[in-house]
């Protein structure tokens, strides 16, 4: 028996925004290339335990046809030879959730189908892991679909997770209804292929891609001209993530254009003391008429960020 049978995962549609997304972890490199489907106004999909990869693409083409989750479940396991080695669960845009755990899934495995979402496990420690993590989605304080997925993964890690270990995990959410731009309806799509601690990893990713979101739309805003909401917005980022280069040389260079100059020389230091290519592109910035900041105030940004 492939290894790929060992995996739990979460399918789930928010009722406050309507976002739609699904987890997974698994000891299967790059899981959540096959596991994870979802797209906007239509559902999510987790296919799982002996993969049926086309269970997620087609699964989706019923919803989006109109065919419910539960009906779409039904029609492509009635399809399926191999329904009995086979986990399965969507949840469409209306809310409906519902699985399928095969006879011959190996132990311990099951499903817990909740309001608007489904927890799905195989090849567990403990046949526990699922109704531990049903309980953490329900209860979860996060703010957000994506850590209310991350934290029902965790509580299955915590349950005793899968009984062969970690390797992969994977985290997909889209928006409630596909916009004009498609490329914008993806809220976050992270991976973590090959990693002793994926759900950590995942988790610290998810942070990341969250406040680099922060980044784009401190642009958006510049570009508007407010550029207090943007430095908000990037002093939030460089809160999350107080060493990471990128955000900091932003966030100095807004500080910097709001004449704060004294908070920029010294944040522009975390990015200057990781690579000292950043100070060069200060000056192509300034030589280039992209930083609105007097030639002193340069000179003093310049002295900082060459400073070892």
């Known amino acids: 028996m492939e290894g790929r049978d060992v995996t739990y995962s979460i399918v789930a549609r928010d009722p406050a925004t309507g976002q739609l997304g699904v987890a997974v972890q698994s000891h299967w490199f790059a899981a959540g290339d096959l596991v994870m489907w979802a797209e906007p106004g ?39 030879e191999g329904r009995e080695n086979r986990q399965l669960a969507m949840v469409d845009a209306q809310g409906v959730a519902a699985a399928h755990t095969g006879a011959r899934c190996i132990r311990e495995a099951g499903h817990r189908t909740g309001d608007a979402y489904s927890v799905q496990a195989n090849m567990m ?8 993590m049903a309980s953490a989605y329900e209860s979860s304080s996060a703010p957000d679909l994506a850590h209310r997925l991350l934290d029902a993964l965790d509580a299955a890690e915590a349950e005793g997770g899968d009984i062969r270990g ?38 610290r990713l998810v942070d990341l891609k969250f406040a680099y979101d922060r980044l784009d739309s401190a642009e958006k805003l510049e570009q508007a001209g407010d550029l207090g909401a943007a430095y908000e917005e990037q002093r939030a980022a460089l809160e999350a993530f107080p060493r990471n280069e990128e955000i900091a040389f932003w966030t100095a260079v807004s500080l910097a ?52």
């Open 166 to 203: 970690k390797q992969a995990a994977g985290i997909l959410v889209v928006r409630a209804r596909p916009g004009e731009r498609s490329w914008e309806d993806v809220v976050v799509h992270l991976r973590v292929d090959d990693h002793p601690e994926p759900l950590p990893e995942i988790r």
């Open 42 to 80: 239509v559902g999510a999909v987790a296919t799982q335990a002996l993969v049926e990869v086309s269970h997620g693409p087609l699964g989706l083409t019923l919803m989006r046809d109109g065919v419910s989750a539960e009906e779409a479940v039904r029609a492509r396991v009635e399809a399926d």
């Open 257 to 308: 254009e709001k004449g704060r100059i004294d908070e920029a020389c010294d944040t522009i230091q975390i990015a200057s003391g990781a690579n000292p290519g950043w100070v060069e592109l200060l000056r192509r910035l300034a030589r280039d008429g992209y930083l609105g900041v007097s030639t002193e105030a340069l000179e003093r940004l310049l002295a900082s960020a060459a400073t070892d």
């Open 125 to 132: 420690m403990n046949d526990t892991v699922w109704d531990a």
